[in-house]
């Protein structure tokens, strides 16, 4: 088992992780973390594990790009609102499920970009000197960076757990 | 970093005990901070705050999992994956090379067939038999079937016609006109079709004599049916000729001293009309138009081609005209047309 076998099996599901993060879509995160494996096989770089979310944070870019062409093709395809898949009535635990989730991707989503990918590296389990590297912040910034977006991370997601309990009550 | 630790009242900044709990900081900052943590109750406190952060923000990323189990697929299958695409790479590569070797070939074919083309009107005849083989109306005499005896025919073919006396001679003619006084009027009718067969029908070089020609008559010379390189070979230049119309056959005769063969080139055209240019002594060509003039026959105006130059006994220097004219059985405007594309070769 050589090394790019071995970071394969210990972190192909951080990869997946960290790309449905960006791009929220499970099966295409399974396709593109597979596409940086095998792009790592061909090049076999000297940091695999920098290499493959380097290239992972660049194809969800990627990704995020082509989505947002593919919206507005539909968009122009179509004058109606693309119809969103309706959630199927569900037990009470289903909805609890989805509104969480809704509140962790909103709060998510509150962070500046540069917060987010450095919570996003971090949470993959890449080093302070590799996230520094891939986001092109100094080392002694990652950790100010990371303390910020961890504490907006919970402020906005408690703003909207409470505004969730107040619109309920 | 350690600006905390020698001055007590100062603590453990929040972004470094983030560092310290992520375990990104060295052996002896760690130390450093465990030193402090162990007499600072409010440092204590901080920490408990941002593990407590920490943790929460994990579990929270956590929830974010796409399922909760990520099993990766085999390695060998992305082995093979990356293995295919290297092949497909490689032949990528591959046909593009070949693709563009092959464009090359085909550009410099196209060229050389385009350029042979252009410089070598008798090898259209050759690569479209076809078109030159075309049938035509059975009026046609050009277009009859292949003669059995080849030589026969064309010495018939060579033979002049009788002159008739009722045409005056294309130079004065011309002249009269006074329209230009190198150039001639063709007579209205010819027999010159009968003249050329298709090269098909011809040996490669044949010789032969008008047997019922006088001795005296300037056309007692050899008339030769020749290839198309041959005619060049001979002639040098001068040769008449029509851009993109096949030639099916080129007749040579011998010049005096100083002076260039005349030459007939007959080309059919994709109606199976057989059109002639005859190139030569203004004298000989217009004598041979009268020859072979027929009511429905008829040939462009005159044009001047380069003059024969040629010494004289008493040591001088004698100028031949020379001109070039189309016949055939199309109207005079179409002749006229067709010598204008003519060219020289």
Known sequence: ?169 | MTEWITRPERHIPEDELHAYLDQALSRSQCAEIETHLSACKLCQGRRATVAALRDRTTALLSGLAPRPVIVPPAYELLRDRQSRRLAIAVWRARLQRAGLWAAGVVAAVGAGWAARSALDPHRIAVAMPALAEAPTAPSTPVLAPVQPDPTAELERQATPAPIPQRRAPLLASRQATNRNPEALVPAPSLQLVSMVTPVRAAPATQTMLAPSVPSNDPFNRIWRVVQWEEALQIAGSGIPFIEGIPVVGVLLQPGGAGERPMVIVAQQDQNGEVIQSIEGPVAKVNELLQRQATPDMHSSDAARTPPDYSETPGGGVRRTLRILTVTGRLPIDSLNALARLATIR
């Open chain 1, 1 to 169: 088992m050589d090394d790019l076998e071995r970071l394969y099996k210990t972190h192909y599901a951080a990869v997946v992780r960290f790309l449905y993060r960006k791009i929220w879509d499970a099966d295409r995160a399974e396709d593109l973390a597979q596409e940086v494996f095998i792009r790592a096989m061909a090049h076999r770089p000297e940091k695999p594990r920098a290499w493959i979310f380097a290239v992972a944070a660049n194809l969800a870019r990627d990704e995020a790009r082509a989505a947002i062409r593919r919206k507005k093709h539909l968009t122009l395809l179509k004058d109606d609102p693309i119809p969103l898949s309706t959630p199927e009535p569900s037990a009470e635990d289903s909805v609890e499920r989805d509104e969480r989730w809704a509140r962790v991707t909103g709060a998510l989503a509150a962070l500046t970009e540069r917060d987010r990918d450095v919570l996003l590296l971090w949470d993959a389990g890449l080093s302070y000197p590799e996230i520094a590297a891939q986001t092109g912040l100094a080392v002694g910034a990652v950790g100010t960076t990371l303390a910020r977006a961890r504490k907006r991370l919970i402020e906005a997601h408690d703003r909207m757990d409470y505004e969730a309990r107040t619109a309920h009550s």
